[in-house]
């Protein structure tokens, strides 16, 4: 093939799945400074395909290198990286470990794969603790990030040889290296202390006494009533439901994307939060101006949940303890999620394809760029709208032991905050620059 017949060849477009590919990249033998950046580069790959809404094909890396080009960023870690990942999913495509995807105009098909198990052994024996468990994923993804870091920075050290010592001089690590803040810190010793205690069965003895990180006290950033509609007017559909009914109802933001059907009440005009932070579970007000617009919403998902109950699909995630007692309830009307993804995703514990909720980064991406849009000078991501509900309630007067449990706070104090970017907290307060 001559080089002008070679440059009109287009690149394939075929999509490519390996849901494995860091348990997979965990067992080669690279380097540790290899495989971080190895794994750094797939993963801001694969971020950029998902912000992007595009399967990893090689028509996408050639798309996403020269848009790397196009901002001055080096281009030779990711190029090394993702021609590991495509040669890695070939060969486990040929092995029958993992499968080419089918093109996605095609209907979908649904594979159980064995799921990520981890990489090396004690990852492995750790997942198989936290899944029994029944931890949250995000919390299995961040104890075994931390428990990646740390066996990285150990270097030739065993991670099954790691003791409380090691674990306090990584933290001071994070500290002086990292310049981490305190709750990163504490983030990082929760899940060493699961990995070394609960994962491998040995006491870490006393952790305490390292150096601790930066602390710093931050209020936090709240938007004026008029703000507020400012943001929503740059947004529409689905976006900008979500977004006022984080404010309308002070939600968090993983509390609003695992909403499901039964917990948006329209009868007792509530809203029920299940499983928040701390597994805890509250009610919250559901805004009257929304009652319509989410009517209308749950009336679209109608459509889409005959569709899938028409092609097959496996039901929806749901808890363990729902799972074991009502097997079915995962392909039943009430379980449903309330904003579900247009696209079908692979559970990573499972590796089922099923519906799931509409991925974070989507909200955050849309929130955030209409912040710019609507010429907002603040920071504004999905929890500046908590914060904004939780201020304008104690602004108009409401008493702030209700509005502690409308926000799920344990102790009154971390509602206390609020109190602080009022523009009269406690008494009515003038700058005496105002009385010359």
Request: charge should be positive; aromatic fraction near 6%; include cysteine.
């Amino acid at each position: 093939m001559t080089k002008s017949q070679d440059k009109q060849v287009a690149p394939s477009t075929t999509p490519v799945s390996f849901p494995r590919w860091r348990e997979v990249l965990h067992n080669e033998p690279f380097s540790p400074e290899q495989m971080r950046t190895h794994e750094g580069e797939i993963f801001a790959f694969l971020k950029h395909l998902k912000q992007a809404r595009r399967r990893a094909s090689v028509a996408s890396v050639l798309e996403y290198l020269r848009s790397l080009e196009e901002q001055g960023k080096p281009t030779e870690a990711a190029r090394a990286a993702l021609r590991w990942f495509f040669l890695a999913a070939a060969h486990q495509a040929q092995s029958g470990a993992d499968q080419i995807a089918p093109p996605a105009e095609s209907a979908p098909v649904i594979r159980v794969e064995q799921g990520d198990q981890g990489g090396p052994p004690w990852e492995q024996q750790m997942v198989t603790v936290l899944r029994t468990r029944h931890l949250k994923w995000r919390t299995e993804e961040a104890y075994r990030g931390w428990a990646r870091r740390f066996a990285a920075w150990l270097g030739d050290k065993p991670v099954e040889a790691a003791d409380g010592n090691d674990i306090r001089r990584y933290l001071e690590h994070l500290a002086v290296a990292g310049k981490v803040s305190v709750s990163t810190q504490r983030q990082a010793l929760n899940a060493l202390i699961f990995l070394v205690r609960e994962t491998l069965g040995r006491d870490p003895g006393d952790c305490s006494g390292y150096r601790l990180g930066r602390t710093e006290k931050r209020i936090p950033v709240v938007l004026s009533q008029r703000q507020c509609q400012l943001l929503f007017d740059q947004l529409s559909g689905s976006h900008r439901l979500m977004a006022q009914l984080l404010y309308g109802a002070g939600l968090r933001l993983m509390e609003l994307l695992r909403l499901r059907i039964q917990d948006v009440q329209f009868e007792q005009g509530i809203i029920v939060v299940r499983q928040g932070k701390g597994g805890k579970d509250r009610v919250s007000v559901l805004p009257e101006s929304l009652r319509a617009l989410l009517m209308e919403h749950r009336e679209q998902l109608r459509l889409l949940y005959d569709e899938d109950r028409q092609a097959e699909l496996p039901g929806v995630w749901l808890p363990p303890a729902v799972e074991n007692k009502i097997p079915t309830a995962g392909t039943q009307w009430p379980w449903q999620w309330f904003f579900p993804s247009r696209q079908l995703a692979i559970d990573p514990r499972s590796g089922i394809q099923r519906r799931h909720h509409i991925q974070d980064a989507t909200l955050q991406n849309a929130i955030r760029k209409a912040a710019r849009a609507a010429g907002l000078s603040q920071r504004v991501t999905p929890h500046t709208l908590r914060h904004s509900f939780a201020t304008h309630l104690l602004a108009g007067g409401a008493d702030i032991r209700t509005v502690q449990e409308l926000l799920g706070h344990a102790d009154v104090a971390t509602t206390m905050i609020y109190t602080h970017v009022l523009n009269r907290p406690g008494l009515a307060v003038h700058s005496p620059l105002d009385n010359l």
